[in-house]
């Protein structure tokens, strides 16, 4: 996943034609911790869609203006909208994540 570190930068990748996958976290988040041990193996299932990470820290204006609440939370953009968001209480398990992506990305 490449990370976001502006404010910038995060509204020219959600313009995307096609579907972003962003994920919000930060270092301190236990639950965030847990999801990088499983995570690796949804990026890869996923790899024809582009993954970012943003650290809700670092970019506290995008996190607020999209909504986030829990982290982590993985959003989809596209053409700068949002266009599903999962959020933290429902990213607990590889399985919840896949079931978001599939019903949320034209496979």
């Not at 299932?45 to 939370?73: A, F, H, Q």
């Not at 959003?75 to 607990?92: D, V």
């Amino acid at each position: 996943m490449q990370g976001i570190h502006k404010t910038e930068d995060f509204n020219s990748t959600i313009n995307s034609n096609h579907p972003v996958i962003v994920k919000f976290e930060a270092d301190w988040c236990p639950d965030c911790k847990a999801m990088d041990m499983w995570i690796d193996p949804i990026v890869e299932k996923y790899n024809n869609y582009s993954w970012y990470v943003v650290d809700r820290d670092e970019l506290e204006d995008v996190t607020t203006e999209n909504d986030v609440m829990g982290i982590p939370s993985i959003l989809i953009f596209q053409n700068g909208e949002k266009l599903a968001h999962l959020h933290s209480a429902n990213a607990k398990s590889p399985e919840q994540v896949e079931s978001f992506l599939d019903e949320n990305l034209n496979q």
